[in-house]
């Protein structure tokens, strides 16, 4: 199983410029989330969907859209890059019921130049 | 709101030797507790769990007891090997809100030499 996939691995952004993460997890997950990791920082919520359709905002959504068209993939998307938003971006998806596990993919390291 | 404090690293142990990470948390309701580890160059995975008080949750040798009255789920391991070497994140999530949602704390770095 490929679990949660994120794409790309690495990407080098210029201030003002947009982007998308992409995620797609196989495992017919209803919950999905984004976080972003800071040194120091630990995980922060980003925004999270329950379910396709479905979204809202976490600890620390400015800045950032997305979307859950299906319930596959949850796209990130960064409208105008700025230079606080050079983190490292993990996406992660979980059943969305009883005890909360969930599954994380690899990262996707960007840099706001 | 929920919060997790855990202990702050980085933490360095040579081989073998006895490991505990501090984690105390404040939540409303009753949370279910967790242990993600991250690897070098990996995302988070799930390294154990309890659901209730008194629960303990184990895997791969690591521990942490679930408890009520000290707001506590500390991570402990009898004899930590080089490839423990990782960071750690202790977090809850709050089942009786039906919230979905996690709450990290801020992860501690674990060395290992051999």
């Known amino acids: 199983n490929a679990g949660v996939t994120q794409t790309p691995k690495f990407q080098v952004l210029k201030t003002g410029q947009s982007m998308t993460l992409q995620c797609a997890q196989d495992?017919?997950?209803?919950?999905m989330s984004w976080y972003r990791q800071d040194p120091g920082m630990g995980l922060r919520l980003i925004h999270y969907s329950v379910g396709a359709g479905i979204t809202d905002q976490g600890e620390v959504p400015n800045g950032y859209n997305v979307s859950r068209s299906t319930t596959e993939d949850f796209p990130l998307r960064l409208l105008s890059a700025a230079p606080s938003q050079t983190s490292v971006y993990f996406c992660?998806?979980?059943?969305?019921?009883?005890?909360?596990?969930?599954?994380f993919g690899a990262g996707t390291r960007l840099s706001v130049l | 709101g929920n919060s997790v404090t855990q202990m702050e690293g980085p933490v360095t142990l040579s081989e073998e030797a006895f490991l505990t990470i501090n984690c105390t948390y404040t939540?409303?309701?009753?949370?279910?507790l967790f242990w993600y580890v991250q690897y070098p160059g990996e995302g988070l995975q799930l390294l154990l769990k309890?659901?209730?008080?008194?629960d303990k949750g184990s895997n791969k040798g690591f521990e942490a007891t679930y408890r009520k009255e000290t707001t506590s789920f500390h991570l402990e391991k009898g004899s930590v090997q080089v490839s423990d070497s990782a960071v750690y994140f202790c977090a809850l999530s709050d089942a009786s809100g039906g919230s979905e949602k996690l709450v990290f704390g801020k992860g501690t770095k674990l060395t290992v030499n051999p």
């Open positions: 992660a998806s979980s059943y969305g019921q009883g005890v909360n596990i969930q599954y």
């Open positions: 309890a659901t209730k008080a008194d």
């Open positions: 939540a409303t309701g009753y949370p279910s």
């Open positions: 495992m017919n997950h209803e919950y």
